[in-house]
C-alpha cells in the first residue's frame, strides 16, 4: 500500500479514513480542528499532522474530504501548505463533492508541479462509507486512477470512471440533485395526502411497489421521517451547495433547466431557514410548515 495522507475528518471523512487506518496503510491524518485528528489517531494508531505540510511530506496518495473545493484550494498554498511539501509523483484524490471548474483549477496548479489530480466525489451516505461500499465517481486521468485505484477500493465498493478531471463533480451535482428534487416532491405528495386523508405510511407502501419510487420514498421516508428521527447523517447545507452546482452546470451547458433552478431556490431558502447544522432531510420540515401538516400525521410545528 502507497503512504497515504488523508485531511478532513467530517461525518464522512472519519469513517472512510478509519478503513484506510485498519488496512495497515501507513496513514497520516490532519483535520482542521486538530482534537479530531489526534483523538482519531489515539483510536487507530494513525499518525496525525498539525498542519496539511506536514501531512503532504513523503506522501504517496493525499485523500482530501471537505465541504467545498475552495476549501482544498485553499489547503495548497502558504508555508502549511500542501505544496511547500508534496513530492512530485503524488496524486491528489479529491473526496470532496466540489465543482468542476475549481477542481480544474487545482489540477492545473498541481500538474505544474508534476503532482496529479483526481475529483473523486463518493455517494452511499455515511452508512455506505462505515459499510466501505460507497461509489467513488472519478474525474481524471484513467492510469493515475489505476494508481490509487486500491487506496479507494478501501472505503468504495465501485469506483466508476466518469470522463476528465471535473467529470467526477459534475455527476455527483446532479446525482444529488435529484436526491433533493425526491425529497422535496415526496414532501409535497405526503402533506397533500394526509390532508386528504390518506395516511403517509399506506402511501408509502403503495409509492414503493409503484412507479413513483425513489430511495426518498423507499429509505428516507420510512427510516427517517415517518418515524420523526431526522438524524444529522448529510448537512442540508451541503445538498444546498451540491443542487447550486448541478443547477450552474445546467446553465453553463445551456440546458434550459427550470426543475433545477426552482430545486436550486428551494434548497437555497430551506438552509437559510433551517440553519447549517440541520439534516438534509429535515427540508421535508420546511414543506410540513408550508402545507400546515406533517408526513405521518399531526400539525407541522
Ligand atoms: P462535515 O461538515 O461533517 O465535515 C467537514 C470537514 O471539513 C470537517 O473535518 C471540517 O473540519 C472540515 N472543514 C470545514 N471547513 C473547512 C475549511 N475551511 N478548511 C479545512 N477544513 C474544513 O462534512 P461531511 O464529512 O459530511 O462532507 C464532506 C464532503 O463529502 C462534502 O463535500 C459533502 O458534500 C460530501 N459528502 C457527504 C456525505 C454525507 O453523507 N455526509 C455523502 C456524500 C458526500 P472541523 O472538524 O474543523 O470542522
Not at 485498519?22 to 489526534?38: C, E, I, K, P, S
Request: net charge negative; aromatic share 4%; with cysteine.
Amino acid at each position: 500500500m502507497p503512504r497515504v495522507a488523508f485531511l478532513g475528518l467530517g461525518a464522512i471523512g472519519t469513517p472512510m479514513a478509519r478503513h484506510l487506518a485498519a488496512a495497515d496503510t501507513d496513514l497520516v491524518v490532519w483535520n482542521r480542528t486538530t482534537a479530531r485528528a489526534a483523538a482519531f489517531a489515539a483510536d487507530t494508531g494513525a499518525r496525525h499532522a498539525v498542519t496539511p505540510a506536514d501531512a503532504a511530506r513523503d506522501r504517496d496518495v493525499i485523500v482530501t474530504c471537505l465541504p467545498i473545493s475552495r476549501h482544498v484550494e485553499a489547503l495548497l498554498d502558504g508555508p502549511d501548505g500542501l505544496l511547500a511539501t508534496l513530492p512530485a509523483g503524488a496524486v491528489l484524490v479529491d473526496c470532496t463533492s466540489g465543482d468542476p471548474a475549481t477542481s480544474r483549477r487545482i489540477a492545473a496548479r498541481l500538474a505544474e508541479r508534476g503532482i496529479a489530480f483526481l475529483d473523486a466525489p463518493v455517494s452511499g451516505g455515511v452508512a455506505g462509507a462505515v459499510a466501505a461500499t460507497l461509489t467513488v465517481m472519478v474525474g481524471g486521468d484513467p492510469d493515475v486512477l489505476a494508481r490509487v485505484r486500491p487506496v479507494l477500493e478501501r472505503f468504495g465498493s465501485r469506483i466508476v470512471h466518469c470522463g476528465a478531471v471535473g467529470a467526477g463533480d459534475a455527476l455527483k451535482a446532479v446525482n444529488n440533485a435529484l436526491l433533493a428534487m425526491h425529497i422535496w416532491g415526496t414532501a409535497e405528495g405526503l402533506v397533500a395526502l394526509e390532508k386528504a386523508g390518506v395516511r403517509a405510511d399506506v402511501a408509502l407502501d403503495v409509492i414503493n411497489t409503484s412507479s413513483g419510487r425513489s430511495n426518498a420514498s423507499m429509505n428516507l421516508f420510512p427510516e427517517r421521517v415517518l418515524t420523526r428521527a431526522f438524524p444529522r447523517t448529510f448537512r442540508l447545507a451541503l445538498l444546498d451547495k451540491d443542487v447550486g452546482i448541478a443547477a450552474d452546470l445546467a446553465r453553463e451547458q445551456q440546458v434550459p433547466s427550470p426543475l433545477l433552478q426552482l430545486t436550486a431556490e428551494l434548497f437555497r431558502l430551506a438552509h437559510g431557514e433551517l440553519g447549517e447544522e440541520a439534516d438534509h432531510v429535515e427540508a421535508v420540515q420546511v414543506v410540513e410548515r408550508q402545507g400546515g401538516a406533517t408526513v405521518g400525521g399531526g400539525q407541522a410545528s
